[in-house]
């Protein structure tokens, strides 16, 4: 999966294209709420997949589009947001010597790489620091069906405190940076033209 910054920088480069979403709290704190599942879970994924409507490890823009007729406010499409860019995220497929030899993902390289590029496009990018600010003032829907309104709060209070701590992530960054990220963003930018654009049409 994808972490936070990813996702806000995703997000906020969608936006580009949506006025009214690109300085609009609520919309990045839906860009990150649905990994606030942590917050119940702690670290058993098996609610995962659920929670991101079937994508977190396949694209499965049907579901996405039938979430979206049923709610449609801004933290709603920040959700959408989310769950396609979990669907297209591969750094293993796009960086396999991030696999082991058994085709598993190294994690312990993959989050320490993750975590120095997420603080390093903080440091370097204001776009990722507004965003990340953006998603601290908004207020968590109270009647979401996948996750309680005190959850996704809590989600979001954990992230605006997580970032301002000093980096616990050990340079330097194997096979993952800042540039491999950034690209990804843009990537991912056809997938959700296309599956958000047919929710909007």
């Not at 579901?63 to 989310?82: C, I, K, Q």
């Not at 696999?99 to 903080?122: M, P, Q, S, V």
């Not at 829907?141 to 992230?159: K, M, N, T, V």
């Not at 930018?189 to 909007?200: A, E, K, M, P, V």
Request: glycine share 6%; with cysteine.
């Amino acid at each position: 999966m994808a972490l936070p910054i990813v996702h806000l920088l995703t997000a906020r480069r969608w936006a580009e294209n949506q006025p009214a979403l690109a300085e609009c709290p609520e919309y990045y704190l839906g860009a990150v709420a649905p990994d606030g599942i942590a917050v119940r879970d702690g670290n058993d994924k098996s609610h995962k997949d659920e929670i991101h409507l079937g994508n977190w490890n396949d694209l499965r823009p049907e579901r996405v589009l039938a979430y979206l007729r049923e709610r449609s406010a801004p933290f709603d499409l920040g959700w959408a947001v989310h769950v396609l860019t979990d669907a297209v995220w591969s750094p293993g497929k796009n960086l396999p010597r991030l696999l082991d030899g058994n085709g598993r993902l190294r994690t312990d390289i993959y989050y320490n790489d993750c975590g120095l590029a997420e603080f390093a496009l903080l440091a370097h990018r204001p776009e990722a620091r507004h965003a990340l600010r953006l998603q601290g003032y908004a207020r968590a829907p109270q009647d979401h069906p996948l996750l309680s309104g005190a959850e996704i709060a809590a989600w979001r209070d954990y992230l605006t405190e997580y970032y301002v701590r000093p980096m616990p992530w050990k340079p330097p960054a194997r096979f993952l940076d800042e540039g491999f990220v950034l690209g990804f963003v843009e990537r991912a930018q056809s997938t959700l033209n296309d599956i958000l654009g047919r929710y909007r049409s």
